[in-house]
């Protein structure tokens, strides 16, 4: 079965950093995603990753570990705009297959 | 980000009726994905759509669901009778231009009657 798990929510002070981890058991891998989601608003892409390491990208940054089924992502100098959901999401197929999502990590960031 | 396109961004219905949910995704692109999400779920992958036919569909893509791409550009979902349970936001997806990220549309917020 697929299986992705996060957890549900978690809470930050503005301008600290945030570790959001993502695990997951998939038959089939094909690149980790990480999307951030505002209320009532589509997912927006924030990093992806097919090989083992730390993907650097500003304040955000995303880690995978493949052997171990596991996924960061980072978030560093917090904004209150952070405040969000971030979706864990694993491509199982070929390199245009569809996203297994988990159910999100609540993000609120506060003064 | 490369920009997808949906139309209507609401739609009401009453039960039973049919309603298609429209997508323009990334120009020259033969793939594209529709997904959903009940309001407080996880976002769930219904279909993938290439040149022109169904490559993927997952369990919740039944026979009242289909997918086509009537002119060449455009995409749409229909669903045929719908009900309750389909209210949910339906968001159309694809890839970037040479890249293998995927990028949403605004999505579609279907509110069934």
């Known amino acids: 079965g697929q299986n992705i798990d996060q957890p549900t929510e978690m809470t930050a002070t503005e301008g600290a950093i945030v570790q959001i981890n993502c695990t997951y058991q998939t038959s089939g891998f094909n690149g980790l995603f990480w999307y951030q989601q505002h209320a009532g608003e589509a997912p927006t892409f924030l990093s992806y990753n097919v090989l083992d390491g730390l993907e650097e990208k500003g304040r955000f940054s995303s880690f995978l570990s493949r052997s171990k089924g596991y996924s960061y992502l980072l978030l560093k100098e917090l904004q209150m705009k952070d405040s969000a959901s971030y979706l864990c999401?694993?491509?199982?197929?070929?390199?245009?297959?569809?996203?297994?999502f988990g159910k999100g990590t609540k993000l609120s960031v506060k003064p | 980000e490369p920009e997808v396109t949906q139309t209507p961004s609401h739609q009401v219905t009453q039960m039973g009726q049919e309603v298609i949910l429209r997508c323009v995704p990334i120009?020259?692109?033969?793939?594209f994905y529709w997904y959903r999400q009940i309001l407080g779920q996880k976002v769930e992958f219904l279909v993938s759509?290439?040149?022109?036919?169904?490559?993927?569909k997952s369990e919740i893509f039944d026979d009242q669901f289909s997918v086509e791409r009537p002119d060449g550009s455009n995409f749409t979902l229909k669903i045929r009778s719908t009900k309750l349970e389909d209210s949910a936001m339906y968001f159309c997806?694809?890839?970037?231009?040479?890249?293998?990220?995927?990028?949403f549309g605004p999505g579609t917020r279907l509110t069934v009657l």
């Open positions: 997806a694809g890839p970037g231009p040479g890249t293998r990220e995927q990028f």
């Open positions: 759509f290439y040149n022109n036919e169904i490559s993927e």
């Open positions: 120009s020259n692109h033969l793939y």
């Open positions: 999401a694993v491509r199982r197929g070929g390199s245009q297959g569809n996203l297994i």
